[in-house]
Nanobody
């Protein structure tokens, strides 16, 4: 079993930066790829970024590529998402997720994730 708790969201202005954190617990969390997703009001959940177990491999959605960095510190069992140059369209609840299977693979589809956090709200004002 893996538990995930996100933090770091808040109200920011367009152009600001933000770093979200996801604290994981459970003995297998370090062995899984991790991902960030987001869901804006009235919209479907969408993929944001993913990172492999080792942290070597990453993959980003086009909407955030070039201004976001996903990273992990396995000694702290924590995954981070840094977003620069925030835009109003980045406003959403951001969720951290742990992959269904253990290993080095990365995934961008929600169905490949089994464990989800409760989410943290990010609001970007124009």
């Amino acid at each position: 079993q893996v538990q995930l708790v996100e933090s770091g969201g808040g109200l920011v202005q367009a152009g600001d930066s933000l770093r979200l954190s996801c604290a994981a617990s459970g003995r297998t969390s370090r062995n899984r790829g991790m991902g960030w997703f987001r869901q804006a009001p009235g919209q479907e959940r969408e993929f944001v970024a993913t990172i492999s177990r080792s942290g070597i491999s990453t993959y980003y959605a086009t909407s955030v590529k070039g201004r976001s960095t996903i990273s992990r510190d396995n000694s702290k069992n924590t995954v981070y998402l840094q977003i620069e140059s925030l835009k109003p369209e980045d406003t959403a609840v951001y969720y951290c997720a742990a992959a269904r299977v253990q290993g080095e693979d990365i995934f961008f589809r929600g169905r490949n994730y089994e464990y989800w956090g409760q989410g943290t709200q990010v609001t970007v004002s124009s």
